[in-house]
């Protein structure tokens, strides 16, 4: 299989919202962006032919990561995951005006970035349908329904499904280097931290 060349494409992330915010909530705001940040480009990174989950992932000289060392417990820690991405696709900060609305603009990897925009937009919208904001099912749904209609996380699923990697095998991945990252900027989002993002692809210096 031949290397997924948007992996080498960059862009920016803006991500608009309201100022006046504590300190406190800033440092974990982009704590957990950059862990969704970096737990959605390992997941892309993967080679599907190396996928058995009793191993670990370590990065070799490229952009794939291959399952190369044994680990003692799973999930691998947000520090771990941080371990996997290359200096040149880490997440960087390039603008931020704080006052309300305001916005705040990330340099990445243009797959992670666009996972985390239509997951943030997605819910933006049903938000406004209070039957929606209300439904723990509908909230289970919109996880359901980035995996079907994301084209990037489609296309990882597929590949692995025909390589005959089963549901269950899978669940243990999407649940926590996709879901469970993106699941936690919905705090942030209800606290009107963010509200929508957009993209513009650019290339990395």
Known sequence: MGENKDMSIHGVIKLYGQGNIEVEMVYSYLADLEHAYNSIFVFESI????????????????RRLRFIRFIQDWPP??????SLVP??????MVGVSLSSPGFWEFLGSLN???VIRQYLNDRHERRKDREYRESAEARRLELENLKLENEVLKERIKILKELGIEDRDLAPLLNELVFRPLRALGYYQDRGVIERAEISSQDRK
């Open 47 to 62: 080679d599907p032919h190396y996928f058995p989950m009793s191993l670990f992932l370590l990065p070799y000289r490229g």
């Open 77 to 82: 820690s947000p520090k771990e995951i941080a």
């Open 87 to 92: 200096i040149c696709d880490r997440l960087v």
């Open 112 to 114: 992670p970035l666009e």
